[in-house]
């Protein structure tokens, strides 16, 4: 999927009219093999040295480890030559039927083997300091996914309304005040009762999904491989700066100050991944 293969580069109909209606599709092999090697690097760099802004995600009693670490592009020269260097920027951008793709945040995921922590359900949105219809986050693991250990949906629930966004370990609301939104349902309670997707994926497999997409994930069995994920999150072009008054995950300090409300996210902590420099000299260059 690197730039410089990108006439093979090739995201179908189906798969870009999948995200529209579900709120999430599966890309087998988007990756190539040395995109995937590279990204297994960076993650590796990154759990040796976490930035300021990880946390542990799993219980202290936990028999495995979770870890999450949040917008590290700018210090990992492994995630910055990844995200730069790949088609991900356009493979967001006509997911997103965007002109522009830009760059929202980077966010490191591992599971080490035998940790029983879930993902609860959840929606991306909430927790952010944007408004707008227009984005897609791309889930990447490096490692073999289990169907028991993958990231699931509730298929076409990116289409309902915000719900209430809690912290994952104590459920509280330290986002939006009690009340403010619906509560999520209790989508365990009656699994039958909703269309859900989750896909078993080998490395080079990616999925991505709608920031509003309801979604959790599974436990990573003691027997599993290790589950290190990188996920890309990319902003289209009706995403406006939604500013709060509680810290977001993540916080870009400065932020405020420097964007209006309302404003585009025309900002260098959100660069512009597409269109690439030749490609806006070829739409210009066009009758």
Not at 34 to 49: Q, T
Not at 113 to 119: H, I, S
Not at 183 to 211: K, N, Q, T, Y
């Amino acid at each position: 999927m690197s730039a410089k293969h990108s006439e093979r580069l090739r995201v179908s109909q189906a798969e870009v009219d999948a995200f529209h209606a579900d709120g999430a599709v599966v890309l087998r092999q988007l990756l190539e093999e040395h995109e995937v090697e590279l990204l297994r690097a960076g993650i590796d760099e990154n759990l040796a040295h976490p930035s300021p802004r990880a946390k542990v995600a799993s219980a202290p009693g936990d028999p495995g480890f979770f870890l999450e670490d949040f917008w590290c592009w700018q210090d990992n020269e492994r995630y910055r030559e990844f995200i730069f260097a790949s088609a991900l920027g356009e493979v967001g951008a006509r997911l997103m039927r965007s002109a522009t793709a830009r760059l929202y945040h980077d966010h490191m995921l591992t599971k080490e083997p035998g940790t029983r922590q879930r993902t609860p359900w959840h929606q991306d949105q909430p927790y952010y300091n944007i408004s707008g219809w227009q984005n897609c986050s791309f889930w990447i693991p490096v490692d073999p996914v289990s169907r028991e250990s993958t990231l699931e949906f509730v298929a076409g629930s990116h289409r309902g309304p915000w719900l209430m966004p809690r912290s994952f370990l104590d459920a509280q609301a330290r986002w939006f005040p009690e009340g403010a939104l619906a509560e999520l349902p209790d989508i365990d309670a009656d699994r039958s009762r909703h269309r859900l997707l989750g896909w078993e994926l080998r490395p080079g497999d990616a999925v991505c999904f709608h920031m509003l997409t309801l979604h959790a994930s599974g436990a990573v069995g003691a027997g599993d491989s290790r589950r290190r994920v990188f996920s890309v999150r990319l902003l289209g072009d009706d995403i406006r700066h939604a500013p709060r008054s509680w810290k977001t995950s993540p916080e870009f300090p400065g932020l405020v100050e420097a964007l209006p409300a309302d404003a585009p996210m025309q900002h260098p902590l959100f660069p512009l991944l597409w269109p690439r420099p030749e490609e806006r000299a070829r739409r210009q260059a066009k009758p």
